[in-house]
């Protein structure tokens, strides 16, 4: 099987070619290494894979990559390229988002509406659900984003729809809940709070900390985008959750107890755009894909600080 990866450098897309090529699949990769974070940790993201005979890498914007040409002999395409982010798509930023998310998405579906591809796998975010009131979210649940960047991944799976209706593009869409795990994006809340307590500096949290999340291991990640492109319904939405609903709290004091350590919390104003709760009821995933999490949090946690002390060799 040949692979097109877009995003093929980021924390996500690493490990899927990873599984891919350990798979015996062939690895088209593509990635623009923006500079939202540090080109040389994308780098180290890829150094397993950048040597291996099945992969190949292209630097390229998908706003001006040669998709024909890169499609070609291409049966299946996970497309994970998006600018990431909730706090920082406000403002003139926002322009970045409907480039990276939405055109780029757009451009990519187009090359492949005259494809006889097996399957287009989109990643979406849990983003889309805004504050709801009902929980655990299903995928019927209201969208109402309440984040720039949860409007354009809407937008993403809007477009991802209309070209699986119309053109009958086989597409799936994916929406995760906080991925956690070695190399995760420096930004997101684990890597910082592992930097900061590294360095014995307070750790920064916005709000009291009483808000949850859904926390989905990589691994579990992974093998749900796998599985979507094997058995994942053209046109279909599936949330892809760790199965249990856990509060910042609970979660900073799972993570210190694996470095020993007691935390000073430096609580901050509520950021605008956070979703105060997040959990997802996976029961389409796990009866379509058959999909169901592995990792939970504690052993995750483990895994990610062990990742975190041996790269930062402490």
Known sequence: MQCLITGAAGFIGSHLCERLLAA????????????????????????????????????????????????????????????????????????????????????????????????????SSSSVYGDCDELPLREESPLRPVSPYGITKLATEHLASLYASKFTVP???????????????????????????ARDEPLEIYGDGTQTRDFTYIDDIIDATVRSA???????????????????????????AQLKKAPHLLHQAPQVGDMRHTFADITKAQAELQYTPRVPLAEGLRRQVEWFLLSSGG
């Open 24 to 123: 015996g699949a062939r690895v088209i990769g593509i990635d623009c290494f923006t500079d939202f974070y540090p080109r040389q940790i994308k780098e180290r993201n890829l150094a397993t894979v950048r040597t291996h005979s099945a992969f190949t890498l292209h630097e390229a914007n998908l706003l001006e990559a040669p998709l024909p040409s890169l499609l070609r002999n291409v049966e299946v395409v996970f497309h994970l390229a998006a600018q990431a982010g909730v706090r920082t798509s406000w403002g003139r930023e926002f322009a970045t988002y409907t480039n990276c998310n939405i055109l780029a998405t757009q451009r990519l579906l187009e090359a492949c509406r005259d494809r006889r591809l097996r399957r287009v796998v989109v990643a």
């Open 171 to 197: 597409v799936v869409s994916l929406r995760y809940f906080t991925v956690y795990g070695p190399r995760q994006r420096p930004d997101m809340a684990f890597s910082r709070f592992l930097q900061r307590l």
């Open 230 to 256: 094997e058995r994942g319904l053209a046109g279909a939405v599936y949330n892809i959750g760790g199965g249990s609903r856990v509060s910042l709290n609970e979660a900073i004091e799972t993570l210190t």
